[in-house]
């Protein structure tokens, strides 16, 4: 019989990275304006941007930066609603302890988690698309669908061989 513990310590890693990359997810969606008015100071967007042939992104960080700030002076509640986007990812990170804790019992959240990834693509198509949001972005979002969905495959995986060793029936 081989033994579960290599097994136990692989998906508590996946998880864990899930977990992490989940509460900084969360985290960065708290300052976002300070982190705009920083990446296009460092990426020199605004120069970029103001000459003739300046590159597509260069523009649109410039425009969201311009948005953001406009929204910040006018309207800065509606700044709660990235807020509660933070919140969420807390929460659903949170929920992953329970694969950490018995990953064969809870093997129903990485199944959760891998629902929640794959509809990341269609609903940054579909909503980026209504309100604006560059084709090339898009596609940036629903990278964090692809990269999350990784480790949650793994887990599924693994937690289905954990369970059949626990069994016996490796």
């Known amino acids: 019989m081989t033994s579960p ?4 310590r692989r998906i508590r ?3 864990w990275f899930f977990i992490i990359s989940l509460a900084i997810s969360g985290v960065t969606a708290i300052p976002l304006q300070r982190e705009v008015d920083w990446l296009t100071e460092v990426s020199k967007a605004q120069s970029l941007a103001d000459s003739a042939s300046g590159p597509s992104w260069a523009s649109w960080l410039v425009k969201v ?3 953001l700030d406009g929204t910040s002076a006018r309207f800065p509640f509606l700044f ?10 807390f929460v659903i990170a949170i929920a ?8 064969v ?14 509809l990341v693509i269609p609903h940054a198509m579909i909503f980026g ?9 898009r596609l940036v979002d629903c990278s964090f669908g692809l990269v ?3 480790p949650l495959w793994l887990g599924h995986k693994w937690s289905g061989q954990l369970e059949a060793i626990r069994e016996g029936r490796d």
């Open 148 to 150: 999350g969905f990784v």
């Open 96 to 103: 992953f302890v329970g694969a950490l804790r018995d990953p």
């Open 65 to 67: 930066q311009s948005a």
């Open 13 to 15: 890693w996946v998880v």
């Open 5 to 8: 513990e290599p097994l136990l």
């Open 80 to 89: 709660y609603g990235t807020d509660w986007l933070a919140f969420g990812h």
């Open 105 to 118: 019992r809870n093997r129903w959240l990485f199944t959760f988690g891998m629902i929640a990834c794959a």
């Open 129 to 137: 698309g209504i309100r604006g949001i560059p084709f090339w972005w």
